[in-house]
């Protein structure tokens, strides 16, 4: 059976190999599932809810992908924009946390709407590199903020806006020793090194008597406070509407880097450069959204941790399959995921933050027109303290520069009809 599902004789490999490809990619994920909880929790969400929903999300994202696209790519909800939910679109803004449910719903359905009609090719070919680095930059620099503040070594200031915080306190201490500690995992290529990260502060910490032990195993939370709380229809609104964009854009360019990258090292591509089965893996991305916005998460993307179980053999969706069946055996751990304070899931937060501003050395720093707008983009994001402005201010102030510097050959009319929507969205609805 399994060898007819995912034809494993036909790409070099066996079920041994694909198990263990599952295992070693979830425990490079894995802290996802106290990671996001902890997050979208601060919109106001239930925390056992989002525990629930990011376990099954994750589990209905993997088990798409292998059974419907074949391919060894594992999702859960995505770092970035489950910060840009609660920090931004609910805590900036004001929105409820269900109006934003219903924006990542409707997000992936447009990302479906696409797939399916291929208009997705359009619109990645018009958008310039030096932006999508700068994307994924202002993203990371934007968890770093979120990852510093909520360890409280950056802290607010009625002067100069924000300053050093305690640096001597146990939780600075504990974050900052977390984040070196996975680092020099991370580059001794250890297994799981940010989930070790977090375990290790998290039992500091009970041994210091900072948080208290729970139990171990317990029956999986309650859904219900998140379950089908979504509201499209105030997500529908029109102020909305570059907030949806902003999912929309974000899981498009994150999901479609990550496959490329993901089946680059794994061997995937065709003879073409071309990933086949590309729609149907764009598709199972997008159900996976609607799925975890109708059970109670942010947006769900492919993780670019797969390819830590690719380098060990993964090479069908068996892979994403054990990925998703170990994110369900999860559900049962929720005693223990609800003790992991913030200090332990910063240093998670500020190593991916690390990863995406990598993106930066991509750019053409020698062509002003190329890596002003690109800084631009990753500077506002977090200074603005939303996403949405930093892609916003990013369009137009390449669209500008281009045209003021003659570079008309850089622009295309996809590109230049954003960038004027995006001016007509600050002048008529503002931030």
Same mark, same amino acid.
Not at 361 to 378: F, Q, R
């Given at each position: 059976?399994?060898?007819?599902?995912?034809?494993?004789?036909?790409?070099?490999?066996?079920?041994?190999?694909?198990?263990?490809?599952?295992?070693?990619?979830?425990?490079?994920?894995?802290?996802?599932?106290?990671?996001?909880?902890?997050?979208?929790?601060?919109?106001?969400?239930?925390?056992?809810?989002?525990?629930?929903?990011?376990?099954?999300?994750?589990?209905?994202?993997?088990?798409?992908?292998?059974?419907?696209?074949?391919?060894?790519?594992?999702?859960?909800?995505?770092?970035?924009?489950?910060?840009?939910?609660?920090?931004?679109?609910?805590?900036?803004?004001?929105?409820?946390?269900?109006?934003?449910?219903?924006?990542?719903?409707?997000?992936?359905?447009?990302?479906?709407?696409?797939?399916?009609?291929?208009?997705?090719?359009?619109?990645?070919?018009?958008?310039?590199?030096?932006?999508?680095?700068?994307?994924?930059?202002?993203?990371?620099?934007?968890?770093?903020?979120?990852?510093?503040?909520?360890?409280?070594? %950056?802290?607010?200031?009625?002067?100069?806006?924000?300053?050093?915080?305690?640096?001597?306190?146990?939780?600075?201490?504990?974050?900052?020793?977390?984040?070196?500690?996975?680092?020099?995992?991370?580059?001794?290529?250890? !297994?799981?090194?940010?989930?070790?990260?977090?375990?290790?502060?998290?039992?500091?910490?009970?041994?210091?008597?900072?948080?208290?032990?729970?139990?171990?195993?317990?029956?999986?939370?309650?859904?219900?406070?998140?379950?089908?709380?979504?509201?499209?229809?105030?997500?529908?609104?029109?102020?909305?509407?570059?907030?949806?964009?902003?999912?929309?854009?974000?899981?498009?360019?994150?999901?479609?880097?990550?496959?490329?990258?993901?089946?680059?090292?794994?061997?995937?591509?065709?003879?073409?450069?071309?990933?086949?089965?590309?729609?149907?893996?764009?598709?199972?991305?997008?159900?996976? !959204?609607?799925?975890?916005?109708?059970?109670?998460?942010?947006?769900?993307?492919?993780?670019?941790?797969?390819?830590?179980?690719?380098?060990?053999?993964?090479?069908?969706?068996? !892979?994403?399959?054990?990925?998703?069946?170990?994110?369900?055996?999860?559900?049962?751990?929720?005693?223990?995921?609800?003790? %992991?304070?913030?200090?332990?899931?910063?240093?998670?937060?500020?190593?991916?933050?690390?990863?995406?501003?990598?993106?930066?050395?991509?750019?053409?720093?020698?062509?002003?027109?190329?890596?002003?707008?690109?800084?631009?983009?990753?500077?506002?994001?977090?200074? !603005?303290?939303?996403?949405?402005?930093?892609?916003?201010?990013?369009?137009?102030?390449?669209?500008?520069?281009?045209?003021?510097?003659?570079?008309?050959?850089?622009?295309?009319?996809?590109?230049?009809?954003?960038?004027?929507?995006?001016?007509?969205?600050?002048?008529?609805?503002?931030?």
């Amino acid at each position: 059976m399994l060898e007819k599902l995912f034809q494993l004789k036909a790409h070099g490999t066996d079920v041994k190999t694909e198990v263990l490809a599952g295992l070693t990619t979830f425990l490079t994920m894995a802290y996802i599932i106290v990671v996001n909880p902890d997050v979208l929790s601060a919109s106001g969400m239930d925390y056992g809810a989002v525990f629930g929903a990011t376990c099954i999300a994750a589990a209905v994202g993997c088990l798409i992908m292998g059974l419907f696209a074949n391919y060894p790519i594992a999702l859960a909800p995505g770092m970035g924009l489950n910060a840009f939910f609660a920090f931004a679109v609910v805590q900036g803004m004001g929105h409820t946390w269900q109006v934003a449910l219903g924006a990542v719903f409707l997000s992936g359905l447009i990302f479906f709407i696409l797939s399916l009609f291929k208009v997705r090719e359009w619109i990645i070919n018009s958008i310039p590199l030096s932006l999508r680095f700068g994307i994924s930059a202002g993203i990371g620099f934007f968890l770093a903020l979120i990852a510093l503040k909520n360890a409280g070594i %950056v802290i607010d200031h009625p002067a100069t806006f924000v300053s050093v915080g305690d640096l001597t306190s146990a939780s600075s201490l504990l974050t900052l020793g977390g984040f070196f500690v996975i680092c020099a995992l991370a580059y001794r290529r250890v !297994t799981g090194s940010v989930m070790i990260g977090i375990i290790s502060i998290t039992i500091i910490a009970l041994l210091l008597g900072m948080i208290e032990y729970k139990g171990f195993v317990a029956a999986p939370p309650s859904m219900a406070p998140t379950f089908m709380q979504m509201d499209i229809v105030g997500a529908l609104n029109v102020g909305m509407v570059s907030i949806v964009f902003a999912f929309l854009f974000v899981d498009l360019f994150d999901t479609s880097g990550t496959l490329i990258a993901a089946a680059h090292q794994g061997k995937l591509l065709g003879k073409d450069g071309k990933l086949p089965r590309l729609g149907k893996a764009l598709m199972a991305d997008s159900v996976a !959204t609607m799925g975890g916005a109708a059970l109670g998460t942010s947006t769900t993307t492919s993780y670019i941790e797969s390819t830590a179980g690719i380098s060990a053999g993964g090479r069908t969706g068996l !892979t994403a399959v054990v990925v998703g069946i170990l994110f369900l055996l999860c559900l049962f751990l929720s005693p223990i995921a609800s003790i %992991v304070p913030v200090y332990a899931t910063a240093p998670a937060l500020l190593y991916v933050a690390v990863l995406m501003a990598s993106g930066l050395s991509h750019i053409d720093w020698e062509d002003i027109t190329e890596a002003a707008p690109a800084a631009i983009t990753a500077l506002m994001m977090p200074l !603005t303290f939303s996403i949405a402005n930093g892609i916003a201010l990013g369009f137009i102030s390449y669209a500008v520069i281009k045209l003021l510097s003659g570079k008309f050959n850089d622009l295309n009319i996809s590109l230049l009809l954003i960038a004027v929507l995006f001016i007509l969205k600050f002048i008529f609805l503002g931030a």
